[in-house]
């Protein structure tokens, strides 16, 4: 239902410790068909996080801004920044524009509970 296909679009090196060791950080991108959409993500950390601006206009463009953040907010759904090197990353995968300075992610499991309660506002679904 949810899920339909999945891709790998590569891995960006960890950054190295002075001993040779890799820090925790390092994430793979690639791209997930939610909804009939193909939506560019990050795996970090073993979750993977959707680019909120991406969701917002290819995912939800016929429902209003407010209305998803007032789902977001009564469903507990909290994003996080992203730091410069998953911005560029983003922005490499077409996910968020190559003007954008910033942007915020949402995990999978937020993104499946925004869908779940969205279903009955897009008039497209």
Do not use: W
């Not at 970090?44 to 917002?56: D, K, P, R, S, Y």
């Not at 801004?65 to 995968?93: G, N």
């Amino acid at each position: 239902m949810f899920l339909t296909c999945e891709g790998t679009f590569g891995i960006v090196p960890a950054t190295m410790d002075y001993n040779g060791e890799a820090r925790p950080g390092d994430f793979h991108a690639g791209y997930q068909e939610i909804e009939g959409i193909n939506l560019g993500y990050l795996q970090i950390n073993g979750t993977q996080m959707f680019a909120l601006a991406q969701v917002l206009s290819d995912l939800f463009k016929d429902i209003p801004r407010t209305t998803i953040s007032k789902k977001m907010e009564s469903l507990k759904i909290k994003s996080r920044r992203c730091d410069l090197k998953e911005l560029r990353t983003l922005k490499a995968i077409n996910s968020v524009p190559t003007r954008a300075v910033k942007c915020s992610l949402i995990s999978k499991a937020d993104l499946e509970a925004l869908c779940t309660s969205c279903k009955s506002l897009s008039p497209r679904r």
